[in-house]
């Protein structure tokens, strides 16, 4: 398995409080994603990252914001949480970003109240 | 943006049947992905495709690439309990991997 830790796993939260979600992989690679997966929606991505402090907009990014100070950790912010921002987040990781493999985390179970 | 379509969405058959799952899209893929993922994991790599007309197996799983490389499918032969999951297709291209919204599968023993 690659090495990839999501925290927290689970969450449950208030409607306009701030949240962090973190990634931790120790695989030294350069590409990390943040994804959220919705049922009718299939995977879609948030934000990525192509190096330190390099990062860039995905599909639905508005609501959230990310920050990669280290190789190794990838953190997504939702500043003020909504309930359309109950999903269940998946941080990834790639050596490349054309056509190579992405290793998945387990996810993080979010629940805005 | 590219899109992706699967099919069908659900798949519930009994264990030892064999059966088809279909990715397509409008616009030619540069490569294919085949993933799994199963209850309350993320989702695992099971093969890449690149050649049009390609065909790769995976133990009891035939995946093909069409010749136009705008579609895809995914052939389970006897298939058994554990294979259930999401299958999820992804292109990946000059940007960032796009995936398909899954076709459920349930193998139902």
């Known amino acids: 398995d690659a090495g990839i830790t999501q925290s927290p796993r689970h969450k449950v939260t208030e409607t306009g409080t701030p949240v962090t979600l973190r990634c931790h992989q120790t695989e030294n690679h350069r590409y990390m994603y943040w994804y959220r997966q919705d049922p009718g929606h299939g995977l879609r991505l948030i934000h990525y990252?192509?190096?330190?402090?390099?990062?860039d907009k995905g599909e639905v990014s508005d609501g959230y914001s990310v920050s990669r100070s280290k190789t190794e950790d990838f953190l997504l912010t939702l500043e003020s949480a909504t309930s359309s921002q109950t999903s269940v987040y998946f941080c990834a990781i790639s050596e490349s970003l054309v056509g190579d493999t992405i290793y998945f985390g387990e996810g993080s179970w979010l629940t805005v109240v | 943006t590219q899109l992706l379509e699967q099919s069908p969405q659900f798949l519930s058959i009994q264990e030892g049947e064999n059966l088809t799952v279909y990715c397509n899209s409008s616009?030619?893929?540069?490569?294919l992905q085949w993933y799994r993922q199963e209850p309350g994991e993320g989702p695992v790599l099971l093969v890449t495709v690149v050649t049009g007309g390609e065909v790769k197996k995976l133990k009891r799983l035939t995946f093909q690439f069409g010749d136009a490389r705008k579609d895809s499918s995914l052939h389970i032969t006897a298939a058994q309990p554990g294979d259930t999951g999401l299958y999820l297709c992804a292109q990946g291209g000059s940007e960032k991997l796009v995936f398909g919204k899954g076709t459920k599968l349930t193998v139902n023993p």
């Open positions: 990252s192509y190096g330190v402090k390099d990062t």
């Open positions: 616009s030619v893929f540069s490569s």
